[in-house]
């Protein structure tokens, strides 16, 4: 029980950073106690739980990063890719504050003492998350990945090519783990809730094309139709 409380804690902060990243990011401003950011929150968490255990250290990670431009995406309003660039951007201040506070603790304890202890593991996430804060309040820092941010979520072809990279890696990964008959057997529903969370990032994606293609369609035969009026 401690364990789970431990987990979702940690879950929590970095969610709840998470969103602060990309709202700074994005320039996209939304209600943390909105019914719809509440439901993403608990969502995060809850997969986080069930989905981190040692046997899915890389396939959950990845499941972990697409089920956040899920959640994002409806949270943010934004298109998959727009949510994909934003995540990676979490993900890369994540990674950085996470060698920074390793670097620290790791003077007085050792890394199996950090994943082990349930204070020492909170505190390594605050200070990450702290990490964070201040990284993106910095107005130089947080200038750059603003323009990052919208200068890759412009060019659709680079957007689609990390997309697809994503999906591969995710979908091998899977495949990997599934080819293990008793990983598969003993973790039926977790394969399953990982399945499915790449399902659902393949058909917003997906969703998100053909309604871009189905605009472009109406604008091109508006401008046909003006042109003919004329």
Not at 54 to 70: C, D, M, P, R, S
Not at 85 to 94: E, F, N, Q, R, S
Not at 164 to 168: K, M
């Given at each position: 029980?401690l364990?789970?409380?431990?987990?979702?804690?940690?879950?929590?902060?970095?969610?709840?950073?998470?969103?602060?990243?990309i709202?700074?990011?994005?320039?996209?401003?939304?209600?943390?106690?909105?019914?719809?950011?509440?439901?993403?929150?608990?969502v995060?968490c809850l997969?986080t739980?069930t989905?981190?255990?040692?046997?899915?250290?890389?396939?959950?990670?990845?499941?972990?990063?697409?089920?956040?431009?899920?959640?994002?995406?409806?949270?943010?309003?934004?298109?998959?890719?727009?949510?994909l660039?934003?995540?990676?951007?979490?993900?890369?201040?994540?990674i950085f504050?996470?060698?920074i506070?390793?670097?620290?603790?790791?003077?007085?304890f050792?890394?199996?003492?950090?994943?082990?202890?349930?204070?020492?593991?909170?505190?390594?996430?605050?200070?990450v998350?702290?990490?964070?804060?201040i990284?993106i309040?910095?107005?130089?820092?947080?200038h750059?990945?603003?323009n990052?941010?919208n200068?890759?979520?412009?060019?659709?072809?680079?957007?689609?090519?990390?997309f697809?990279?994503?999906?591969?890696i995710?979908l091998s990964?899977?495949?990997?783990n599934m080819?293990?008959v008793?990983?598969?057997?003993?973790?039926?529903?977790?394969?399953?809730?990982?399945?499915?969370?790449?399902?659902?990032?393949?058909?917003?994606?997906?969703?998100?094309?053909?309604n871009?293609?189905?605009l472009?369609?109406?604008?091109?035969n508006?401008?046909?139709?003006?042109?003919?009026f004329?």
């Open positions: 029980m364990e789970v409380l431990t987990k979702f804690t940690c879950a929590l902060i970095m969610t709840l950073f998470g969103i602060f990243v709202q700074k990011v994005t320039n996209c401003k939304i209600k943390i106690l909105s019914l719809k950011t509440i439901i993403g929150i608990v995060l997969a739980i989905i981190s255990k040692n046997e899915y250290a890389g396939i959950g990670t990845v499941a972990i990063f697409a089920l956040q431009i899920i959640v994002y995406k409806e949270t943010f309003d934004l298109k998959v890719e727009e949510s660039i934003a995540c990676g951007v979490v993900m890369m201040l994540t504050g996470d060698l506070s390793g670097f620290l603790l790791m003077k007085c050792t890394l199996k003492q950090i994943r082990s202890t349930g204070y020492l593991y909170i505190l390594s996430n605050i200070l998350a702290i990490y964070e804060i990284t309040r910095v107005k130089f820092i947080l750059q990945l603003q990052f941010y200068s890759i979520s412009k060019n659709k072809s680079v957007s689609n090519i990390l697809v990279i994503l999906l591969i995710g990964s899977l495949g990997q080819s293990k008793n990983a598969w057997e003993s973790n039926y529903y977790v394969n399953i809730t990982i399945m499915l969370i790449f399902f659902l990032l393949s058909y917003f994606f997906i969703k998100g094309k053909n871009y293609e189905k472009n369609s109406e604008y091109e508006l401008f046909t139709y003006v042109q003919n004329e």
